[in-house]
């Protein structure tokens, strides 16, 4: 009886853990690697720059350095988010009004054979949210608008990629100067 009340519960940790990460991915592409590449620069560099054996940089010089990137990766996350946010938004108003249009789900509503069979397979048999059948044509209008939205992101977060690290690099020394009193990089 516990082994099973143990099982179950792993059960439910994994499935917990499969939404949450199923929920993860459906972010699109671009906001992943900006989450993944945030919280290795938040967790992983830090620690890498303070335990590196085969460096011989001071302890100061090592805190300094180790002090960038979190402060980098805060800066980044927020104004990525903040703008592919905004963004994102106006693409779904642009989309919503009917003044986005695509190709592909053009094609579709013209000729039905023009649908991807990946996407009549995943609505065959399928219900929305209100127990309507699901509508291939509009299962294929998301994925087009998700994938413009996800390579639009991608060239919004290359042109942004000076700007945010000019502004962290002028934060950086600020807050590298409260947390690391008589340092030795002045």
Same mark, same amino acid.
């Given at each position: 009886?516990?082994i099973q009340?143990?099982?179950? *519960?792993?059960i %439910?940790?994994? *499935?917990?853990?499969?939404? +949450?990460?199923?929920?993860?991915?459906?972010? +699109?592409?671009?906001? /992943?690697?900006?989450?993944?590449? $945030?919280?290795g620069?938040? $967790?992983?560099?830090?620690?890498m720059?303070?335990?590196?054996?085969?460096?011989?940089?001071s302890?100061? %010089?090592k805190?300094?350095?180790? /002090?960038?990137?979190?402060?980098? $990766?805060?800066v =980044? @996350?927020?104004? *990525?988010?903040?703008? @592919? &946010?905004?963004?994102f938004? +106006?693409?779904?108003k642009? #989309?919503a009004?009917?003044?986005?249009?695509f190709?592909?789900?053009?094609d579709?509503?013209?000729? #039905?054979?023009?649908?991807?069979?990946?996407?009549?397979?995943a =609505?065959?048999?399928?219900?929305?949210?209100a &127990?309507?059948?699901?509508?291939?044509?509009?299962?294929?209008?998301?994925?087009?608008?998700?994938i413009?939205k996800?390579?639009? +992101?991608?060239?919004?977060?290359?042109?942004?990629?000076?700007?945010?690290?000019?502004?962290?690099?002028?934060i950086?020394?600020?807050?590298?100067?409260?947390l /690391?009193?008589? %340092?030795?990089?002045?």
């Amino acid at each position: 009886m516990r082994i099973q009340k143990v099982i179950n *519960q792993n059960i %439910n940790k994994n *499935q917990r853990l499969a939404r +949450g990460l199923e929920k993860f991915s459906e972010q +699109g592409g671009e906001n /992943i690697a900006n989450y993944i590449n $945030a919280a290795g620069k938040f $967790a992983i560099a830090p620690l890498m720059i303070m335990f590196n054996p085969f460096s011989k940089e001071s302890k100061k %010089n090592k805190e300094w350095a180790a /002090i960038k990137q979190p402060v980098e $990766a805060l800066v =980044t @996350i927020g104004a *990525q988010v903040l703008s @592919i &946010g905004l963004l994102f938004k +106006g693409i779904d108003k642009y #989309a919503a009004k009917g003044k986005l249009n695509f190709k592909l789900v053009e094609d579709a509503k013209k000729d #039905a054979s023009k649908i991807p069979q990946a996407i009549i397979d995943a =609505t065959k048999d399928k219900l929305d949210k209100a &127990g309507n059948p699901l509508d291939p044509i509009k299962v294929l209008e998301k994925n087009c608008l998700d994938i413009f939205k996800d390579r639009v +992101g991608t060239i919004l977060t290359i042109g942004l990629y000076v700007p945010i690290l000019a502004l962290s690099n002028r934060i950086f020394p600020i807050i590298a100067d409260w947390l /690391i009193k008589d %340092n030795d990089n002045d």
